[in-house]
């Protein structure tokens, strides 16, 4: 009962219990004002019942109602073309109290009370946003941008606001946003394989409020999409982007000319028995080891310098930290005048160029991938160190390994090789020139004094290699000696042999592995890392 509704009772208990006068009173009239009394104090009740209700009405009253929600399924309905979205890495003190729209994944999000803070990404660049409880935002609204799942892609509508103290834990550490509008274009799921802070997590750095200290590699490729998410991986693949473009601005600078060779081929283009045979109509055919012959008929074609970016495959069952079996391939070949060496200095000029450049305009990316991955960074001579193959076995004989003139380098050889020119000239890139002839492809010129030479050579990143290359045979009976020497089918090539009976002018070229080059620049340890979707004996998904 209202208080309103006791004192009127009371009151009517004091008139009934009054003087004399009351007493005189007809029992009648007395009943009538009783009633009277009673009637004045429900109404007056349900009046306080009407005002309390409409008070909780008003407080359940939803303010943001439009403000946020789940979009539907973007089908191209609409265009929406007053709507300019802002990029996070945009954001900075000079959009100060200006309202943009943004688009990015929710990277992670904390409720408390009657506010919800929210780090926004976008590639590789994060905001810290917050939502507050106010005349515009309501509790509903904290609520749902509380629920919203990890890694879900949202538009959100906000003012850009400076912060007091840099935000170390975003990209962007000087502003913040506040949240005005938020919608949810397409949600993930509440249940993530991995967490993105763990894959992204440098190495060696343990969190002990998590037990997710570090995702291992199958989990990252299992879920590939995911991982590639990561502050680091988003780099990676922008450097690798960067490689591919330079090596193909650099040559175009120098005269040569980008060309397409076939993937699928009758013979295996190096000749050994590490192919991939595909069905081919009623019969087989293989994928490229190589587009080797393709270069060299493209010299004979008068194309005088050329090179192709494209996959090559190489049926190996090596699962080494270096190895896949569909890789990218930088290639190229040159015509030259009288001497090899001048196609040597070019490419050797053509990666100090490509150095230079990932040094100069890639430094962000290049520290982006160090935060999470620390290594030296990488050294380079100009002109690049060139060193003969003898002078390579005296630097292991110094350091306790015997080698053979004829002898090939191992793994364990070239890596100790690259420690001992690191140490001795400063430099994480050489090329060691004048290999074994034994140790060669068919079509490798021998050199002219001394027979069990060649004229090839390799190039080497932090003791591994990264280039194969040398002087071709571009005689045709020559060709057909060297074939059979190797126990080639003459028939399977025959083609490839031809195509240097119309007169070919001298050329040399090589084959490079854009992974490796990525890998070993950057300073990582698995080429996994930098391929995309590799593929391995062991891995044909995702």
């Known amino acids: ?221 299992d879920n590939r999409v995911l991982d590639l998410r990561t502050p680091a991986n988003q780099a990676i693949f922008k450097v690798e982007a960067g490689v591919c473009k330079l090596f193909r601005d650099i040559l175009t600078r120098k005269g040569f000319v980008e060309i397409h060779t076939p993937k699928i081929i009758s013979a295996a283009s190096e000749g050994g028995a590490n192919v991939f045979t595909v069905s081919y109509f009623k019969g087989n055919a293989y994928l490229a080891q190589s587009p080797q012959l393709y270069k060299q008929m493209a010299i004979a074609a008068d194309f005088d310098k050329v090179f192709t970016v494209g996959a090559v495959f190489r049926a190996e069952d090596s699962n080494t930290h270096r190895h896949l079996t569909e890789f990218v391939g930088l290639d190229l070949e040159m015509a030259f005048k009288y001497h090899y060496h001048e196609v040597v200095d070019t490419i050797g000029q053509m990666f100090t160029e490509l150095f230079k450049e990932l040094r100069d305009n890639y430094a962000d990316d290049i520290m982006a991938v160090s935060q999470q991955y620390p290594v030296e960074p990488f050294k380079f001579l100009e002109p690049a160190l060139k060193l003969e193959y003898p002078q390579a076995i005296e630097l292991l004989a110094e350091a306790g390994v015997t080698l053979g003139e004829e002898d090939d380098l191992s793994t364990p050889d070239e890596k100790l090789l690259g420690k001992l020119i690191k140490n001795k000239y400063d430099t994480d890139f050489y090329i060691l020139d004048k290999y074994p002839l034994a140790v060669r492809p068919f079509y490798t010129m021998p050199d002219p004094n001394n027979p069990k030479v060649s004229n090839s050579y390799d190039m080497f990143m932090r003791g591994e290699e990264i280039i194969s290359g040398a002087q071709r045979i571009h005689d045709p009976d020559f060709l057909t000696e060297r074939a059979k020497h190797h126990g080639i089918d003459i028939e399977k090539i025959r083609s490839y042999i031809d195509a240097f009976r119309y007169g070919c002018p001298p050329h040399a070229g090589g084959g490079i592995g854009m992974e490796r080059v990525v890998m070993l620049y950057l300073g990582l340890d698995n080429i996994r890392k930098v391929s995309m979707f590799p593929r391995d004996p062991k891995r044909l998904t995702p």
Request: a positive charge; aromatic letters at 4%; charged letters at 30%.
């Open 1 to 221: 009962m209202t208080d309103l509704a006791l004192f009127l009772l009371l009151m009517c208990c004091q008139v009934m219990s009054t003087d004399s006068a009351r007493d005189e009173m007809s029992k009648k009239a007395l009943k009538k004002q009783q009633k009277e009394l009673q009637k004045a104090a429900k109404k007056a009740e349900r009046k306080a019942q009407s005002h309390s209700q409409q008070e909780s009405t008003n407080e359940s009253e939803d303010v943001s109602l439009g403000k946020y929600g789940q979009m539907n399924m973007i089908q191209s309905k609409e265009k929406f073309e007053d709507r300019k979205f802002t990029a996070i890495k945009n954001l900075d003190k000079n959009l100060e109290n200006q309202v943009v729209w943004l688009r990015g994944r929710l990277h992670t999000s904390r409720a408390k009370g009657r506010q919800c803070f929210v780090v926004l990404r976008q590639q590789s660049y994060t905001v810290q946003g917050l939502a507050a409880v106010n005349e515009e935002i309501s509790k509903q609204m904290i609520k749902f941008i509380s629920n919203i799942t990890k890694e879900s892609i949202i538009d959100v509508m906000a003012i850009v606001m400076p912060v007091p103290s840099k935000i170390e834990s975003c990209s962007q550490k000087d502003v913040e946003v506040h949240l005005k509008e938020i919608f949810v274009v397409s949600a993930a799921k509440s249940q993530l394989p991995l967490q993105i802070e763990d894959a992204a997590r440098p190495i060696g750095e343990v969190d002990e409020t998590t037990l997710n200290v570090r995702v291992n590699q199958d989990t990252r490729l």
